[in-house]
């Protein structure tokens, strides 16, 4: 089902905001938006969430659906944000009127190469649409990709963007200090992850608990061995207690050149935990040496050796997760992330210019 909500939070006398997404955007980051773009917005979306997500072909057709819904309402507004790029591509690859004046961006741009016929024209699908003249951006969350992608589709080099990603900062309860009370280390997510290793190097350290949230398909011909808990239902507020319950947060990715794990990686360094991830794209636009301990790729043994120092050196942890804290609060906030979003829409020629 799809729904179309306005978020008049202020006092603006309409909403010249479109928000098309695959979800529904956290408050907090519209209210930002409208604030700093002086206007009111509407959502139009559908729910995708984890408990409710469809097969990919069934997903896409909502898209399509989305898609469509927003070029018959889209004249009203002066600017459009797809917050799922496939309904942003789909929109944009119909051809629009010159007429038809309004900026439109898309985030985030993920695109993965494929081999192939069926690849090259994936690419090609991608190429197109974002040379179409209406849309004016589509914004990437890491300093590698933005790189990549501008060399993937030179045409279109000067219309993609890289914005660091921001997640709401929450009140909560914290377990920050290393203690018995909070010892399993855990991992969580599924793009790109890499199990695999992490289930090699937990098979060699009996002696600590695991816990990790996947789909079934992550794990795949993995042998999981008895230290280690496989959770295939926890999503939304069950995953985050997970985190917030963890003594640390292993985070391996598989494909170094693939940016990756943001989300997860955010809600470690805002929960002030100690964090261990794989050196890939896009990880040092937001942690390095100084807040994180950082592993060499497909790599258990390093892995192995990192997990032994965080129990051996308990102190050395927390500082590092103390200083994630501390760079997540001034660089990666939800509000951070809304006003570098607006100032590109103004930067675009949109509201407020």
Not at 16 to 33: F, G, M, P, T
Not at 205 to 223: H, M, P, S, Y
Request: glycine fraction near 4%; proline fraction near 3%.
């Amino acid at each position: 089902m799809n729904y179309l909500s306005n978020y008049n939070q202020n006092d603006y006398n309409s909403s010249k905001l479109l928000i098309v997404a695959d979800c529904r955007v956290e408050q907090s980051l519209v209210n930002v938006l409208c604030d700093k773009l002086n206007t009111n917005a509407d959502l139009l979306y559908i729910d995708s969430s984890r408990e409710t997500r469809k097969k990919a072909l069934e997903r896409h057709f909502s898209y399509l659906i989305l898609a469509i819904q927003a070029m018959l309402i889209g004249h009203k507004y002066e600017n459009i944000i797809f917050w799922q790029q496939f309904i942003g591509l789909y929109w944009s690859f119909y051809p629009f009127k010159s007429r038809v004046k309004f900026n439109a961006l898309l985030t985030p741009l993920i695109y993965k190469s494929r081999k192939g016929i069926l690849g090259q024209l994936y690419r090609l699908f991608f190429g197109f649409c974002l040379s179409n003249s209406v849309l004016k951006g589509a914004i990437c969350h890491s300093s590698d990709e933005l790189k990549y992608y501008q060399t993937v589709f030179p045409d279109c080099k000067n219309k993609i963007f890289f914005i660091p990603y921001g997640i709401t900062s929450e009140v909560r309860v914290r377990q920050n200090l290393i203690s018995e009370e909070n010892s399993y280390f855990f991992a969580g997510g599924t793009s790109n992850r890499d199990y695999s290793t992490l289930m090699y190097a937990a098979a060699k350290l009996k002696q600590f608990n695991f816990v990790v949230a996947c789909t079934k398909r992550d794990i795949k011909g993995i042998e999981v061995p008895d230290n280690v808990k496989v959770l295939h239902d926890a999503y939304g507020e069950k995953f985050d207690l997970l985190i917030k319950s963890s003594l640390a947060v292993v985070l391996t990715l598989e494909n170094p050149n693939i940016s990756s794990g943001q989300i997860v990686l955010l809600k470690a360094m805002e929960m002030e935990k100690p964090i261990i991830v794989t050196k890939c794209a896009g990880i040092t636009d937001y942690i390095d040496e100084d807040c994180a301990f950082l592993v060499n790729t497909n790599d258990p043994e390093d892995l192995r050796k990192v997990l032994e120092l965080i129990i051996s050196n308990p102190e050395e942890a927390n500082v590092r997760a103390k200083r994630a804290q501390e760079r997540y609060r001034e660089r990666f906030t939800v509000q951070k992330f809304a006003s570098l979003l607006a100032e590109l829409i103004n930067y675009q020629g949109g509201i407020g210019c």
